[in-house]
């Protein structure tokens, strides 16, 4: 919601909010990177930085999936909000009051925006250089599986590829 209507509720009647069309892939994105299977299988750490982790390596993917739609820099946006508001309340209920949450956050996105390049950059050339790229941005419980993640990454890769903007949209990833 934006800030000025929950400051003052329905009187400025600012109308819908507009990141609530993109909500349920923000839910179904959340519900990927929580699969146990990234972490019992791929070797990804059940920690807080591996959920952490594995939330910005399935946003990435499918952040590049509407970037190769075109014309979606304004969802992609809505659904940058959604991250940072849940990312914000996760801050806070971990006790980190508002004099560092900013700055967290800053940090937060600027590793995001780190991990969308390599990311980017690892799918689109050398298998290794993405192998590389996940050693550098998972926190791994065991590093040598890093290659069973990266496989499982180009395969949601793909999904993503073969999925439609309405069904994005509704939070659906294709089979």
């Excluded at 146990?36 to 952040?63: F, H, K, N």
Aim: net charge negative; charged share 30%; with cysteine.
């Amino acid at each position: 919601m934006p800030f000025l209507a929950r400051l003052f509720g329905n009187v400025f009647s600012l109308g819908p909010d507009p990141r609530e069309e993109w909500r349920p892939l923000w839910q179904r994105t959340v519900a990927e990177a929580r699969d146990p299977d990234w972490y019992r299988m791929c070797g990804v750490a059940d920690s807080v930085e591996g959920r952490y982790d594995m939330i910005t390596l399935v946003l990435t993917l499918v952040m590049l999936r509407l970037e190769d739609e075109g014309g979606m820099a304004a969802s992609t946006a809505r659904l940058t909000e959604l991250f940072v508001e849940d990312m914000e309340g996760q801050l806070r209920e971990a006790g980190i009051g508002d004099p560092t949450v900013g700055k967290k956050i800053n940090a937060l996105m600027e590793s995001m925006n780190g991990r969308i390049g390599a990311y980017r950059e690892g799918l689109r050339s050398d298998p290794k250089v993405l192998v590389e790229a996940v050693r550098r941005n998972v926190t791994m419980a065991q590093p040598d599986e890093a290659e069973a993640l990266v496989q499982r990454m180009a395969a949601l890769h793909a999904r993503l590829e073969r999925t439609s903007m309405d069904q994005l949209r509704a939070g659906e990833f294709a089979a």
